[in-house]
């Protein structure tokens, strides 16, 4: 396993005066047998500003998954070890995906690959060889998809939270209201029965 990292003093000065600001770095774990296309993919996307880790077969990834959390999985189709379908597969199986997203890398001329991958459950899929602005846009737009989902399923905890409350406010107002209700139907009586007995005693006197 490799971890590839851009330091402070890369570009610092341009950073130091760029007016946007400064997000999250986004962590990407590259799954890949090819050694050659691992470091490759390793150095070009730590170039590009992510922080990328390196996993050299499924069972590698698999593993990694257990001590880091991550915002997309890269995984190669055409594994031997453990394919990229059955590493996938594990992954979501394990819970340790959490909110990441899995992009599967399919041959160019393999469209039952990208086919399998797509309704294996993979999130979006690129061919190799790709253009790496490519796949940093692709990167991004998983990314800022799966947050956006994220932040709409926490919204929705949040109201269901929010609506449990008032439900259970309403019971509690409803019980007290009936309470209440049922006292005011005792004092009635109470006081219709001292009516009554009052009047027996002025008719007694009578």
């Known amino acids: 396993m490799q971890i590839f990292t851009r330091t402070r003093d890369d570009g610092a000065e341009d950073r130091d005066h760029d007016p946007r600001p400064v997000l999250r770095r986004i962590r990407l774990l590259v799954v890949d047998e090819n050694?050659?296309?691992?470091?490759?993919?390793?150095?070009?996307?730590?170039?590009?500003?992510?922080?990328?880790?390196?996993?050299?077969?499924?069972?590698?990834g698999l593993n990694t998954l257990m001590a880091q959390k991550f915002d997309l999985i890269i995984i190669d189709m055409g594994m031997q070890m453990l394919s990229g379908i059955a590493t996938m597969k594990k992954m979501r199986a394990s819970?340790?995906?959490?909110q990441a997203s899995v992009m599967m890398i399919t041959g160019q001329s393999d469209s039952a690959g990208i086919v399998e991958a797509l309704e294996a459950g993979?999130?979006?899929?690129?061919?190799?060889?790709?253009?790496?602005?490519?796949?940093?846009?692709?990167?991004?737009?998983v990314v800022t998809r799966a947050q956006r989902i994220g932040e709409l399923s926490r919204y929705n905890d949040e109201l269901d939270a929010r609506i449990a409350r008032r439900a259970m406010e309403l019971g509690e107002a409803r019980a007290t209201l009936e309470e209440m209700q049922a006292d005011r139907a005792r004092l009635v009586a109470s006081i219709q029965a001292l009516h009554d007995e009052l009047e027996r005693v002025n008719l007694a006197k009578g």
Do not use: C, W
């Open 35 to 60: 050694a050659t296309a691992l470091s490759v993919m390793g150095r070009r996307l730590s170039h590009m500003g992510y922080d990328v880790v390196l996993a050299e077969n499924g069972f590698v």
């Open 95 to 98: 819970g340790l995906l959490g």
């Open 122 to 141: 993979a999130d979006d899929q690129i061919v190799k060889p790709f253009d790496f602005e490519i796949l940093d846009a692709r990167i991004r737009h």
